[in-house]
């Protein structure tokens, strides 16, 4: 019910070792100029208690970036405003690509990833968000990603 991408779209393991580049499992900063943190889109799935969610890379501005690392370790950090974010992970059983889609982040408590809420469009993708998926899709997601060929998912 969850599947999740290991870095942001634009990642090189070429800068794994670069000391302006960093990746770890909630953040990354690549040439001490781009940002991003990893958070949740949930989906509800239609007609039962569960939540599918895509673990996906959401890149901030350097003031929000720097904002969520302080307040990271922070109890009451969920009652930070949203921050927004352009989508950086490539689903690729969503067309169009959902590279650049806009979001908003929010903090949830210490030990929560956060909720990537997409904006309300008629992108598959952001419909779903808003309207859940069947427990089919979410088959047909799970088959897609385990025999497909493309990006591999945790």
């Known amino acids: 019910m969850n599947y999740s991408a290991a870095a942001p779209y634009v990642w090189d393991p070429g800068f794994a070792d670069a000391a302006d580049c960093l990746l770890s499992s909630d953040q990354c900063v690549i040439r001490a100029q781009h940002y991003f943190v990893k958070g949740l889109i949930e989906i509800p799935v239609i007609d039962s208690d569960e ?9 901030l501005s ?23 974010g352009w989508l950086s992970t490539e689903l690729p ?40 998926m069947t427990l089919d899709r979410v ?15 945790e």
């Open 62 to 84: 350097r003031e929000n970036f720097s904002r969520a690392a302080d307040l990271w370790d922070t109890p009451g950090r969920e009652s930070e405003k949203p921050y927004f």
């Open 93 to 132: 059983l969503y067309s169009p690509s959902t590279i650049n889609l806009k979001t908003h982040v929010h903090t949830r408590p210490i030990g929560e990833r956060p909720l990537v809420e997409l904006e309300p469009t008629d992108h598959p993708l952001a419909v779903e968000q808003r309207t859940g």
């Open 139 to 153: 088959h047909d997601i799970a088959e897609a990603l385990l025999h497909g060929t493309g990006p591999e998912y």
């Open 51 to 59: 939540m599918f969610s895509w673990g996906v890379w959401v890149s």
